[in-house]
Nanobody, 116 residues
Framework: QVRLVESGGGLVQPGGFLKLSCVGYGFTFGNYGMTWYRQAPGKEREAVIG????????NYIDSLKDRFTISRDNDKNTVYLQMNSLKPEDTAVYYC?????????WGQGTQVTVSS
């Protein structure tokens, strides 16, 4: 079955950086687009950035496009989220998502906390 596993979250100081990873299992990873979402405390989950199977990127939050970058390595079945110049308002649980064969699949999420 489809499974997504995120990693790479943690506690980072403002201005720092993190690189999140999401590994996909149970489907032909290179054939599907992948999207990173985040959910901050008390807020709804929101789409952050996506990457289609061809590598084209989709920025869902315009204010993040200069700090957040998405990439993928199909040989490793992995999508990455590089986050630079982190701010306290970036604190959230970050999830990856894939729509595979009509179903929406989520990972368990990885916590990112930006605090001094």
């Amino acid at each position: 079955q489809v499974r997504l596993v995120e990693s790479g979250g943690g506690l980072v100081q403002p201005g720092g950086f993190l690189k999140l990873s999401c590994v996909g299992y149970g489907f032909t990873f290179g054939n599907y687009g992948m999207t990173w979402y985040r959910q901050a405390p008390g807020k709804e989950r929101e789409a952050v950035i996506g990457i289609v199977y061809s590598g084209a990127r989709i920025n869902y939050i315009d204010s993040l496009k200069d700090r957040f970058t998405i990439s993928r390595d199909n040989d490793k079945n992995t999508v990455y989220l590089q986050m630079n110049s982190l701010k306290p308002e970036d604190t959230a649980v970050y999830y990856c998502n894939a729509h595979v064969e009509g179903g929406s699949h989520w990972g368990q999420g990885t916590q990112v906390t930006v605090s001094s």
